[in-house]
């Protein structure tokens, strides 16, 4: 078991709701800078996602996203990789169709958070949270720059999550504009990237986002 430290897993999985902040590819290291400020603003848990760095630049990044989760007491999450996971002592991986299978990583990492994109489908939902997932991921319900083959699945679906009892996020082009739309539903929170890094008042969309989530009980 690798990592600097460890914290107490059935403590970090009562804190999967809420806003779910993704990290953009990394292109320097304002990624770094402006993490921290989101965090300090109120994010509730953060996923390391980074599809052009090397695995040697991801130890580097990952370590200081990993110190930023602890000094705040956010859940870290990384993205695909179950080594990188390990290393960095992360809480735990996301994981989708085309990554690493998730009874491989159940049975090596058994106390880690495990999330699982499950799409548009209730019934993939529904067998990850059989097979012990801690959350589940439905989308992309809006158009997303930041994930080129991500699909546009129907809105519609979220009216049959109610048979999951794991947290519910939705990710995927959420905006000020579209807010609304998913959180009429009971989800447990949205998970987004640009429309905080992209944004050139981090802390103001992260407080408008958050006032959202405490208008409709989701934090
Ligand atoms: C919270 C969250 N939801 C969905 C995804 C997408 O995962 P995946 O389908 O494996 O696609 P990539 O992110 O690997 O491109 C996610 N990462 N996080
Ligand atoms: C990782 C991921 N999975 C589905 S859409 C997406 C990207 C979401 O990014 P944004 O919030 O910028 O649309
Ligand atoms: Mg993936």
């Not at 059935?10 to 965090?39: C, Q």
């Not at 580097?60 to 996203?65: E, N, Q, R, T, V």
């Not at 996020?169 to 009971?186: A, H, P, Q, T």
Request: charge should be neutral; include cysteine; charged fraction near 25%.
């Amino acid at each position: 078991m690798g990592g600097y430290h460890q914290r107490n897993k059935r403590w970090i999985k009562m804190k999967l709701k809420g806003l779910y902040l993704v990290t953009p590819d990394y292109s320097g290291d304002w990624i770094i800078n402006a993490t921290e400020r989101a965090i300090k603003s109120g994010v509730d848990i953060l996923q390391y996602r980074d599809k052009t760095s090397t695995f040697r630049d991801k130890l580097a990044i990952g370590k200081k996203l990993a110190s930023i989760c602890h000094d705040y007491s956010v859940p870290f999450i990384v993205d695909d990789d179950p080594v990188l996971m390990d290393i960095l002592g992360a809480d735990g991986i996301h994981i989708g169709k085309d990554d690493v299978p998730f009874d491989y990583v159940k049975s090596k990492y058994p106390d880690h958070i495990i999330g699982v994109s499950t799409y548009g489908s209730i019934k993939d939902a529904l067998l990850y949270q059989k097979l012990g997932a801690d959350y589940v991921a439905f989308g992309s319900f809006f158009p997303t720059k930041t994930k080129d083959d991500a699909t546009i699945c129907d809105i519609n679906v979220l009216k049959g999550i109610g048979p999951i009892n794991i947290p519910v996020f939705v990710i995927g082009g959420i905006s000020r504009e579209n807010i609304d739309l998913v959180l009429k539903y009971g989800i447990s929170g949205i998970a987004v990237v640009s429309a905080i890094y992209s944004h050139n008042d981090i802390e103001d969309q992260v407080s408008y986002f958050k006032s959202k989530l405490i208008e409709y009980g989701k934090n």
